[in-house]
């Protein structure tokens, strides 16, 4: 049999299997291998540089970031907003796997990253690909973000990504900050904050009053359908946009609608590029 034979032979049985069959062989392998991380060579484009760092991650996420990166929307207008500014911070809450924080250090050397994370596996494997990827410009603060610091929060830290469960999963124990504490004797301006924290985005935006009033950072946040996000940056007299880049002008906006999965706000009005 040949080699593309013997493919084809292993394609024709996977698709043939049941399903059962398929979840009896996944159980076998365990979550462990299934989740895996490899070290990926990312050659990232930004506005025709070539950004090139390593990216450690699980397969899935991996391949993806490869072909074409990850999040670019929020790559892209964050660095479009602070790039040309003079040195500052550029902080990332919920940083996950690091592709975003990466890109960023890569492509504006003169600021500083500050990425948040709690999941001990994750924040590992950025720093290993930090270390590849000779990044000194970007720190990883080990804190939950609320809008109340001090606080003691379990965590039940998974393979792959925290989970609220305890069933396979190790127990951590986290003492919360807010933004406005972290910052408080910042002297550098933050220039932009990107917030994705699985559903306490608003609590991290009640934390950082005070930070967005001295520095009138620009936003990019997950708003998972919580009413709340848009009213409160409105308030703020923010300008809002929806992913397409055209402008929010109402706190009534259809939570459903993906157009609304991320929001950006501005201190002041632009013409954003799509």
Do not use: C
Request: hydrophobic content about 40%.
């Amino acid at each position: 049999m040949t080699k593309n034979k013997g493919f084809s032979m292993l394609r024709f049985l996977k698709s043939a299997l049941p399903l059962s069959v398929k979840n009896q062989i996944r159980a076998l392998l365990g979550e462990k291998n299934l989740y895996k991380s490899t070290i990926y060579p990312i050659d990232y484009s930004l506005f025709g540089r070539s950004l090139k760092f390593y990216f450690i991650a699980p397969p899935k996420l991996g391949i993806k970031a490869q072909k074409g990166g990850i999040e670019n929307n929020i790559i892209r207008r964050i660095y479009t907003f602070s790039n040309e500014k003079p040195s500052g911070v550029i902080v990332d809450v919920g940083m996950n796997f690091g592709f975003l924080s990466m890109a960023w250090s890569k492509a504006m050397p003169h600021h500083r990253i500050i990425s948040f994370e709690v999941h001990p596996g994750i924040i590992q494997n950025v720093k290993d690909a930090m270390l590849q990827s000779e990044i000194s410009n970007m720190e990883i603060i080990e804190s939950p973000v609320s809008n109340v610091a001090g606080v003691s929060v379990d965590f039940y830290a998974g393979i792959y990504t925290g989970s609220d469960t305890e069933k396979n999963n190790r127990k951590i124990t986290l003492t919360t900050t807010t933004l406005d504490q972290f910052f408080n004797s910042n002297a550098n301006k933050v220039h932009a904050i990107k917030i994705d924290t699985d559903k306490f985005d608003f609590e991290v935006l009640e934390g950082a009053v005070d930070l967005i009033n001295r520095d009138r950072p620009m936003i990019a946040i997950e708003i998972n359908q919580d009413a709340r996000i848009v009213p409160f940056l409105l308030g703020f007299g923010y300008f809002l946009y929806d992913m397409r880049g055209e402008e929010i002008v109402s706190k009534d906006i259809d939570l459903t609608d993906p157009r609304f999965v991320n929001i950006f706000a501005y201190p002041e009005k632009i013409l954003v590029t799509k």
